[in-house]
């Protein structure tokens, strides 16, 4: 017997093509300077939006800022992260918290300053995510993890994308709590 999926009401795809300004209007713990100032890439007619469960990227000009938007009941909220470097430490070969993928690129930990006046007093939360930021195309098998790094489970991929899906908008809740 199955037993009832509680992540069903969210439908596939779960991003829509989003602009330079929905990306910036999304992120929930920015001041209204540093969402002006933030890098957006320039290349976002050409994402694979359909597959992504957020567009997830890092300043190139400063890697260890990474930035995520997601979109699960259409209105986008976005991440500021901070992360090492790729480079400026040995990729930790652990599980990803959001895709629970072990990719062979390592995950990193990111963390999030917290929205508002938790914020501002310091207060921050992090999570261990894909350092490449991939995981919606690792569940797809649009990239290739390494091997071993996917366990063998039986959900179906939309039951893996939703999973993906609840834990990246608890991380927001987390941030925004
Ligand atoms: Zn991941």
């Known amino acids: 017997m199955r037993l009832p999926n509680t992540f069903r009401q969210i439908s596939v795809p779960v991003m829509k093509q989003l602009t330079e300004q929905e ?3 999304a992120f929930v713990n920015c001041t209204k300077g540093e969402t002006k100032r933030l890098f957006v890439p320039r290349d976002l007619a050409d994402r694979p939006w359909d597959d992504l469960d957020y567009l997830g990227w890092r300043d190139p000009q400063a890697p ?3 930035y ?3 979109a699960p009941d259409g209105h986008p909220r976005g991440l500021a992260l901070r992360c ?3 480079s400026a430490q040995q990729p930790r070969r652990n599980m990803c918290s959001m895709c629970l993928t072990t990719p062979a690129d390592g ?3 990111m963390v999030a300053r917290k929205a ?4 501002q007093q310091g207060n921050s939360v992090g999570t261990y995510i894909c350092a490449d930021l991939a995981c919606s195309l690792y ?3 649009r990239k290739d993890p390494g091997p071993g790094a996917r366990m063998q489970e039986s959900l179906t991929l939309e039951e ?3 999973r993906t899906v609840a834990n990246l908008v608890a991380f927001l809740d987390r941030v925004t709590a």
């Open 84 to 86: 090492p470097t790729p």
């Open 23 to 25: 990306l910036r209007a």
């Open 160 to 162: 893996k994308i939703d």
């Open 116 to 119: 508002g006046k938790a914020g």
């Open 64 to 66: 260890e800022r990474a």
């Open 139 to 141: 569940l797809r098998g």
């Open 68 to 70: 995520l938007v997601t």
């Open 107 to 109: 995950v990193a930990l």
